[in-house]
């Protein structure tokens, strides 16, 4: 979540409901999205290795949903980029398994048959994972997704903790940009802290250490007061109902397509 803090501001305009009535996507209600999205997910990871056309199954079932969520391709791409690379460091190691035959040797580093096929299964479930929750967060504000967190009744504290941290997100982003500015308008530049021409290197850093510090005190003095601000006007560590939503037809059908779909996958493709 902390990686796409410019991007989250940056799509905050995607978030808001639509009122497409042809739109199914948008039609269903928040916590039948968010049970859609997770079955799905549940479903892609728990596949077992090889299972190729199983995946291209739950793949096509994605393209309907990027459709009709109407996220920006530009934004979504750039996510997933930044997932990704970290993704592709712990996916690396999965190529040096043994077993199968051997195609590469160096060593006691080796390349089989049974790497590769436990590489390119990794790699199919973490690039489907994260499409689909991708596209549940580009195409859904967080507060609604809170709110239908609510609804399908997970514990209220832990529904609180993702909220605080939701919110503290913005006060952490806010403080940070407040610090660089200053410390940009004062000669200071990240591309001059290793740049052998500058002889103010030492300085540079010791600038960058003591916004990092400051920057710990700030947010957590301002944290504080938003808390006691947020006690003054009666929060009670639980979250709030805004309103109730009731579960349609349309609802349960998609649930139900999403359902025979994974049986599909599961039992009859291999």
Not at 116 to 136: C, Q
Request: charge should be positive; include cysteine; hydrophobic fraction near 50%.
């Amino acid at each position: 979540m902390l990686l796409h803090i410019h991007l989250i501001e940056s799509s905050n305009h995607l978030s808001q409901p639509k009122s497409d009535r042809l739109n199914l996507w948008n039609r269903l209600a928040v916590h039948t999205r968010l049970i859609c999205i997770f079955l799905l997910v549940f479903a892609i990871a728990l596949t077992p290795m090889g299972r190729w056309w199983t995946w291209a199954v739950y793949g096509v079932t994605v393209l309907p949903i990027l459709y009709w969520s109407k996220v920006s391709l530009g934004i979504l791409a750039k996510r997933m980029a930044i997932e990704l690379a970290f993704i592709s460091v712990i996916l690396l190691g999965t190529l040096f398994r043994g077993g199968g035959q051997i195609l590469w040797q160096w060593g006691w580093l080796q390349i089989t048959t049974n790497g590769l096929i436990i590489l390119g299964s990794v790699s199919i479930k973490a690039f489907l994972s994260l499409l689909l929750l991708n596209i549940l967060t580009l195409s859904t504000s967080i507060p609604l997704l809170l709110q239908a967190l609510v609804t399908l009744k997970m514990p209220p504290l832990l529904v609180s903790i993702l909220a605080s941290m939701y919110r503290y997100i913005g006060v952490l982003t806010n403080e940070f940009n407040a610090m660089h500015r200053a410390a940009t308008a004062r000669n200071f530049a990240p591309q001059n802290l290793y740049n052998p021409q500058r002889h103010d290197r030492p300085w540079q850093r010791q600038v960058l250490g003591n916004m990092l510090g400051v920057l710990f005190i700030r947010t957590y003095d301002r944290g504080d007061r938003i808390y006691q601000a947020m006690l003054a006007r009666g929060y009670q560590g639980t979250p709030i109902m805004l309103e109730s939503v009731t579960s349609t037809w349309s609802d349960r059908m998609a649930i139900g397509c999403v359902m025979i779909l994974i049986i599909v996958g599961q039992v009859f493709i291999s």
